[in-house]
């Protein structure tokens, strides 16, 4: 087949666990992750020509050679040269839902699509291991977000073992459009301000990965137990964005102050994330927070956890 659309989605962190640092540089993390109906769709179609061209409505969005999903296109045809040869080039079409740093993984959900549907496109013949490998080398989520569903992941987060998937959970999403967080100064800054307390021992590593993967929050996440979801929420980047950024933590507040299961920022920010097991009272805190907040900026979307990755549009 000449196109191919797929469905991107974002996702959100449940647990985000700084454990020490790593020897490439990178950080050493037990995350779980839950992808979320909000996504993009990535449109994928050969055009004829040697180029890789990109198109996107949100000018946030770079349509360069930085863009993850360029990267990817890039990546296959560095990996594969014999077999991408003969399909020239591939016009990139994201349609973009997901908001831009956001900590949402929005590049890497796009950089997941692309590989997913190549793989399709050029008959690569990739298994998801293989397609998971490809996506580490552009991005710590991008393997994660192959798969998507609940996941815990460890290493750089590139690491993913599945987890039995959540159903039926509300999540509303809240974003100050004028707000933007770089996820390289919240690791950096956690790095100087924390890494007394580090752990470095690759056993201790071990050990504090299995007490999280035994722990309460994958218990509950086994039982579908929403209240002790959550509870649970755990996020060590709000140590450093929420000092720094008093309007997010007083958007979790505002959240934490209405009927919600938890409210926490996803992954490096900005954007918060509140749970609710009810549609219709996710909407009415929705409204509330935002009427209370009386912002401009604040942009707000309701959606639900999503038990899959990227998947193929028919
Ligand atoms: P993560 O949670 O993985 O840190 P994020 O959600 O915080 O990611 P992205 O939406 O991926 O952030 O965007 C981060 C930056 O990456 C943007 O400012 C943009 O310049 C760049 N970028 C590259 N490719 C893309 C893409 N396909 N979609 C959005 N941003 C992209």
Request: include cysteine.
């Amino acid at each position: 087949m000449q196109s191919y659309s797929l469905f991107a989605p974002a996702k959100i962190n449940l647990h985000l666990e700084i454990i020490g640092d790593r020897t490439d540089g990178y950080h050493e993390l037990v995350m779980i992750m839950q992808s979320v109906n909000l996504g993009d769709i990535i449109h994928l179609r050969a055009n004829g020509t040697d180029e890789i061209r990109l198109f996107c409505q949100n000018p946030q969005v770079p349509l360069d050679d930085t863009n993850l999903a360029y990267k990817a296109v890039r990546l296959v045809q560095e990996k594969y040269p014999t077999l991408s040869r003969n399909y020239g080039g591939i016009d990139i079409t994201i349609e973009k839902n997901i908001p831009v740093a956001a900590g949402l993984a929005g590049g890497s959900s796009n950089a997941a699509a692309v590989l997913v549907g190549l793989n399709l496109m050029w008959n690569l013949g990739l298994t998801q291991p293989e397609l998971k490998d490809l996506g580490a080398l552009l991005g710590s989520d991008v393997p994660f977000c192959i798969s998507g569903g609940t996941a815990i992941a460890t290493g750089r987060g590139e690491q993913i073992e599945p987890l039995p998937d959540l159903k039926n959970l509300w999540v509303i999403l809240a974003k100050y459009s004028n707000i933007s967080v770089s996820t390289g100064w919240a690791y950096n800054t956690y790095r100087e301000l924390f890494n007394h307390e580090y752990i470095s021992n690759p056993q201790e590593v071990k050990q504090r990965t299995h007490e999280i993967h035994s722990g309460n929050l994958v218990k509950a996440i086994s039982k579908n137990d929403y209240k002790q979801i959550g509870a649970l929420l755990y996020n060590d980047l709000e140590k450093v964005v929420l000092p720094e950024y008093s309007a997010v933590n007083e958007l979790i507040e505002a959240f934490k102050s209405k009927n919600v299961l938890g409210a926490m920022m996803s992954g490096s920010g900005p954007t918060v994330f509140a749970l609710c097991d009810k549609k219709e009272e996710a909407e009415t805190i929705m409204e509330e927070v935002k009427e209370s907040i009386n912002d401009p900026n604040l942009d707000c979307w309701l959606t639900q956890v999503c038990p899959h990755g990227i998947m193929v549009n028919q």
